[in-house]
């Protein structure tokens, strides 16, 4: 059997004092989308932060490729072939559009697929009728398509989605869903943190539900969707 693409066990971090993670242990394949379900404050984002290096983790192992990379820098992390989508979008106000994207690319690795600007403006034809303008004026939606480009646009191995649906128009929640199914077709392996049920369902491969900082159950998408209890128990509102 081989080994997954992206394999994280056993990570731990802290805020402080506070014990966050207590032994998270997911993996994603290449051409997966593994979402990462679970309430506000179950760990979730902070499980991508530490993956990323953006919250040191204190114990446990990352590996993409193989390669090790718990502990690491982000910018070691990310030019091993690992993008990150930050719930914030964080986009260079200032910059344009064009001059966003161009921010994002990077060599691919090894075995990573190579994504240009040209297929951006074909997933988001908006972001075309605006890319000569400063980010900072785009709607929210459009800086979230902008954010997602611009992330892969560095030409990943694995790309990890912190909440790219959140406050979004139903239109354009359909387009990322969409983009993200294709990036999965293309090979990418993809972890999201979703916190829309339905969305998540549909673009997922595989589920991991988060309570306490920890993965309280895994499987695929039809398990969790007929699994009542387990979603009354740690995703009912």
């Given at each position: 059997?081989?080994?997954?693409?992206?394999?994280?066990?056993?990570?731990?971090?802290?805020?402080?004092?506070?014990?966050?993670?207590?032994?998270?242990?997911?993996?994603?394949?290449?051409?997966?989308?593994?979402?990462?379900?679970?309430?506000?404050?179950?760990?979730?984002?902070?499980?991508?932060?530490?993956?990323?290096?953006?919250?040191?983790?204190?114990?446990?192992?990352?590996?993409?490729?193989?390669?090790?990379?718990?502990?690491?820098?982000?910018?070691?992390i990310c030019?091993?072939?690992?993008?990150?989508?930050?719930?914030?979008?964080?986009?260079?106000?200032?910059?344009?559009?064009?001059?966003?994207?161009?921010?994002?690319e990077?060599?691919?690795?090894?075995?990573?697929?190579?994504?240009?600007?040209?297929?951006?403006?074909?997933?988001?034809?908006?972001?075309?009728e605006?890319?000569?303008?400063?980010?900072?004026?785009?709607?929210?939606?459009?800086?979230?398509?902008?954010?997602?480009?611009?992330s892969?646009?560095?030409?990943?191995?694995?790309?990890?989605?912190?909440?790219?649906?959140?406050?979004?128009?139903?239109?354009?929640?359909?387009?990322?869903?969409?983009?993200?199914?294709?990036?999965?077709?293309?090979?990418?392996?993809v972890?999201?943190?979703?916190?829309?049920?339905?969305?998540?369902?549909?673009?997922?491969?595989?589920?991991?539900?988060?309570?306490?900082?920890?993965?309280?159950?895994?499987?695929?998408?039809?398990?969790l969707?007929?699994?009542?209890?387990?979603?009354?128990?740690?995703?009912?509102v």
């Amino acid at each position: 059997m081989t080994a997954p693409l992206l394999h994280v066990e056993g990570l731990h971090a802290h805020y402080g004092k506070s014990h966050v993670l207590r032994g998270v242990t997911l993996s994603a394949e290449r051409g997966e989308v593994v979402s990462l379900l679970g309430r506000n404050g179950s760990g979730r984002s902070t499980t991508l932060k530490a993956i990323m290096g953006l919250v040191p983790p204190s114990a446990g192992r990352v590996e993409l490729g193989g390669r090790a990379l718990a502990g690491a820098p982000p910018h070691t992390i990310c030019r091993a072939g690992l993008a990150y989508v930050p719930e914030e979008r964080e986009v260079f106000a200032n910059l344009t559009v064009d001059e966003n994207l161009r921010m994002g690319e990077q060599a691919p690795v090894a075995g990573a697929v190579r994504w240009s600007v040209a297929q951006m403006f074909d997933y988001f034809p908006r972001l075309r009728e605006r890319r000569s303008a400063k980010a900072g004026s785009l709607s929210g939606g459009e800086q979230q398509m902008l954010t997602i480009c611009r992330s892969l646009l560095g030409n990943p191995l694995a790309i990890l989605i912190d909440e790219p649906t959140e406050g979004l128009a139903p239109m354009i929640v359909s387009q990322v869903a969409e983009f993200i199914l294709d990036m999965q077709r293309q090979g990418v392996a993809v972890v999201l943190v979703e916190q829309k049920l339905a969305i998540a369902l549909k673009v997922s491969t595989r589920v991991c539900v988060m309570g306490h900082g920890q993965i309280v159950f895994e499987g695929r998408s039809e398990e969790l969707q007929v699994n009542q209890g387990m979603i009354a128990q740690w995703l009912a509102v």
